[in-house]
Structures are given as C-alpha cells and as structure tokens.
C-alpha cells in the first residue's frame, strides 16, 4: 500500500515534473518563436527603413541634380548674355575709334583744302593785280577805268540778252496765237479728210479666250498651216491675251486672212477643210468688193469707159495704205484736186482727173514685177488703151520720167497737195530722224562735251560734258553757246530745252 502510494506520489511528483518541463519546453519554444518573430519584424523595418532612406536619398540626389542644371542653364544665359554686351560694347568702341579716325582724316584734310584754297586766293589775287598792272600798261588806262569799261560792256551784254528774251516771249506768244489757228484750221480740215490707216503690213483678230489660240494651232499645227498657205500670210500666236496678229505685206491677203479668221472663231468649227471653204467663201466676197469699190470710184468721179481689169486694180487700192493715207481716198482726192486746177488754167480736165485717178494704180497690179509702181501703172494703162498723156501722167507724177503735158503737171502738183495736206500723212521717220541727229551733232561740235542725246522728240537736249574741261560757271555759257548755235542752223517748231549735265567723280582704292 505504502508502495502503491510512493509509486503514486512518485507518479504525481513525475507527471507535475514532466508538465513543468513540458511547460518550460513549451515556453522556451514559443519565445524562441517570438523572439524570432521579433527579430523578423526587426530586419523587415530595418529593410523598409533603409529603402526608403535610400529612396529619399535618390529623389533629393535628382532634385540637387536637376537644381544645379537649372543653374548652370542660367549661368550660362548669363555668361552669353554678358558676352553678348560685352561684344557689342567692343564693336561700339571699334566704331567710335574709327569714326574719330575720319573725323581726324577730315580734319588733316580740311585743314588741307583750306591751306591750298588759301593759296589758289592768293595766287589769284597776285595773278590779278599782275593782269590789272599789264592791263593798265598795255592799254594805258587806269584800273577804275577798265572796271568802268569792263561794266559798261556787261551792262549792255545784258541789256542785249533782256532785249532778245523779250523778243523770244514776244515770239512764242505770237507762235501761240499762231498755232492755236493752226489747231484750228487742221482740226476742221480733218473733219472732211480722207481716212487713214493706222497699220500697214499687221492687223489682229480678238479671240474669245486664250483656249481658242490651240484650236487655231489645231493638232500638229495642222489649222494654221493651212489657213497661211490658201491665205499667203504669216500668222503670229504670241503672249498677247486674247489676240492673233496677221502678217502681210500684200493688203488683199491680210484682208482676205482676217475675215476669214473672225468668222471661223466665230462660228467653233476650225479644221483644214472647214478653212478652205470659208477661205474661198471669203477671197470670193473680197473680190466683190475690189469690184465694188472701184466702181463706186468711177462713178463717183463721173469717169467712163474704165476696163474691168483696171477698175480691179482701183479697187485693190481700197485696202493699201501709203505713210498712213489710204490709197484709192488719195488717188480719189488726186483726181478731183487735179480737174479743179485743170478746169481753172483751161487744161483738159478730163485727161487730168484720169490720170491723177491712175497715178497710183501701178500699187494695186497684180504682179511680181520689181519695178516701180509709177512703172507698172503706165505699163497697164497703157496696155489698156488710155491715152499717151494720161500714160505720161502716171509716169512722171515721181519725176520717173519727163513731163511732156500741162496735164502730168497738174497730176504732180495735186499728188504733192493730197500728200502734204495736214492730216493726210504722218511725217516721215527719216526726216524725224535726222532732226535729232543734227541736234546731238551740234551738242558734240563744242570742245568739252563728251555725248549728247535728243529726247522727248527733239524737244530737250541732254549734253554730258567733261568735269576737268567744263566748270560749273563754263557750263552756262555753254548752254546758251548750243542754244545761238541751233537757233541759226536749224528751223523747229516750239522750243528746245538744254540740259548740261556735269558730274565730278572722285575714286580712291583701300589696299
């Protein structure tokens, strides 16, 4: 029992000594886990806490670096900015340097100029008192009295000049009144004068649009081809907007090519058998009117028995021009002047008004003679059965040939009134021409003029003179030198203004 007991209590004192182990075992564990826990917790805050330094570090590493970027960014604006002033600074001292350099170079040579002019002064003055001295000896007169001399001339140099520009103004005034009745006279004579003709070998045709020049062209330049060989013409397509211009010195194909080109813009339809047609349809109603016209001609004269052939020739006439005066108008006008002269100096006025209506027939034949029109014209008349005066008419109207009639006389003296009439022809280029040429040759005749130029139609006349040989005071007397000079040599209508013009120039080379 007592073992049962001990054994028990044994057992008891075991089982407590076993959970008391078994206990500390068990704490032992659980704060070896914790305290493992806590060491965990410790390293994984102690990792968070050093990433995140770091993390911190590196964004203010950024920061300070983007900072001192930013810095030096400014610094360096700042550096070009005050490079930049410092440059223009040394540019503008590098200017004013040089500009007080100038000044002292135009000082030195002022200073220069005024010594020399000083000089010229009194080189002048000795240069005078000797030309006074030799004066007085040479003329033995005293200096106050060749002074008085030298201002009695000048006084009546001037009153000279004063007289001959009053005469000047009293002559203008009365070319004035003379060319406003002039005006007058050619103004009423143009109202009943012949009509004239701007253009002698062109004409131009308006287009509806440029488009319509490549139809004329037509592919491969087939249209135009062919309108110039049925028409004998040159036709010119250029730049020109909305125009053609036709090309002939033969006025019956200009004529002929112009109608024909205005009605085949007119009707669309532009191919070459379409041209050929409207050009037959034309040349035949041009030829109506050649007819047309030279009838009414004679008709109106009142003269008979005119073959067909001529009256073709006068009609042909109708579309020729002479220094812009139409031709049939002026043999018109030849034959009307001529029987009035005839009629009252009791020639035959008949044979007069023929042969001033055939003067110029010979420019309307139909020929490739390269003879004259005054020879042509007395071949046909006198091929036709006109009478010899009248065929002597039409070959001496030029002096061609002898007038051997009171008749032939009379055609040249109404020739030359149709012709010269105001308002009949345009001056001729050449004798315009020659007016400006005898101006520059004039201008050039003097010593000291380097070249010489007629503008605005002979009314100026620009002179370029030599500045070593021409003075300033020289060129004024110059000028009216020229102007003596033109006034007796050459007759012109108006006035001529005079230009000298006289130019120094000063070249120096930096080496």
């Known amino acids: 029992m ?248 033969d006025p019956v194909r200009k004529e002929i090519a112009r109608v024909a080109l205005e009605r085949l813009v007119q009707d669309g339809r532009i191919h070459p058998a379409r041209i050929e047609e409207v050009v037959n349809k034309v040349s035949k109603e041009v030829g109506r009117i050649i007819v047309d016209e030279g009838e009414k001609v004679v008709f109106d004269l009142g003269i008979h028995n005119i073959s067909t052939e001529m009256i073709r020739a006068l009609g042909r006439l109708h579309f020729r021009t002479s220094y812009g005066q139409n031709v049939l108008l002026h043999s018109k006008e030849v034959a009307i002047l001529a029987g009035m002269i005839a009629s009252e100096v009791g020639a035959n006025s008949e044979i007069a008004m023929r042969g001033g209506l055939l003067h110029d027939i010979g420019k309307g034949a139909e020929t490739e003679s390269e003879a004259n029109h005054a020879e042509l014209g007395a071949e046909l008349v006198k091929r036709l059965g006109e009478d010899p005066r009248v065929v002597n008419c039409v070959l001496a109207h030029h002096n061609d040939t002898e007038p051997t009639s009171v008749e032939a006389i009379i055609v040249q003296i109404a020739d030359a009134i149709s012709a010269s009439r105001p308002g009949a022809r345009r001056e001729s280029l050449d004798n315009y021409i020659k007016r400006l040429e005898s101006l520059e040759s004039i201008a050039k005749g003097f010593d000291g003029v380097d070249n010489a130029f007629a503008i605005q139609a002979g009314r100026e006349l620009r002179i370029m003179v030599n500045a070593d040989k021409i003075s300033d005071d020289e060129s004024k007397h110059l000028a009216q030198q020229i102007a003596e000079r033109i006034e007796a040599e050459l007759r012109y209508p108006g006035k001529i203004k005079i230009t000298i013009i006289r130019e120094t120039r000063a070249v120096e080379y930096a080496k």
């Not at 008891?12 to 826990?37: D, M, N, P, S």
């Not at 009695?152 to 004063?162: F, I, L, T, Y």
């Not at 520009?165 to 009423?188: H, S």
């Not at 110039?228 to 730049?239: M, S």
């Open 2 to 249: 007592l073992t049962v007991v001990l054994v028990g209590l044994l057992c008891c004192i075991a089982g407590i000594a076993i959970g008391f182990i078994g206990r500390w075992i068990f704490a032992k564990f659980k704060l070896t886990a914790a305290e493992q826990r806590a060491k965990r917790l410790q390293e994984e805050a102690q990792r968070d806490a050093e990433a995140e330094a770091k993390e911190i570090i590196l964004r203010t590493r950024e920061e300070l670096q983007s900072e001192r970027i930013a810095q030096e960014n400014e610094a360096k604006e700042t550096r070009s900015d005050l490079q930049r002033k410092e440059n223009r600074l040394v540019q503008k001292e590098a200017n004013l340097d040089k500009k007080l350099q100038e000044i002292e170079d135009l000082k030195l040579q002022l200073g220069e100029r005024a010594e020399k002019l000083e000089k010229s002064e009194k080189e002048n003055e000795e240069r005078e008192q000797n030309l006074s001295l030799e004066l007085e000896r040479v003329a033995q007169m005293t200096h106050e009295e060749a002074k008085g001399i030298l201002i009695d001339e000048m006084k009546s140099h001037a009153e000279r000049e004063g007289q001959v520009y009053i005469n000047k103004i009293e002559a203008e005034a009365q070319l004035v009144a003379d060319r406003k009745a002039r005006d007058i006279i050619v103004t009423t004579i143009q109202r009943i004068a012949t009509e004239v003709v701007g253009e002698t070998t062109i004409t131009s045709v308006s287009l509806p649009s440029d488009e319509m020049k490549g139809r004329i062209i037509g592919r491969e330049g087939r249209n135009i081809r062919t309108l110039e060989t049925l028409t004998g013409v040159d036709i010119i397509i250029d730049d020109t907007p909305e125009a053609v211009v036709i090309s002939c010195f």
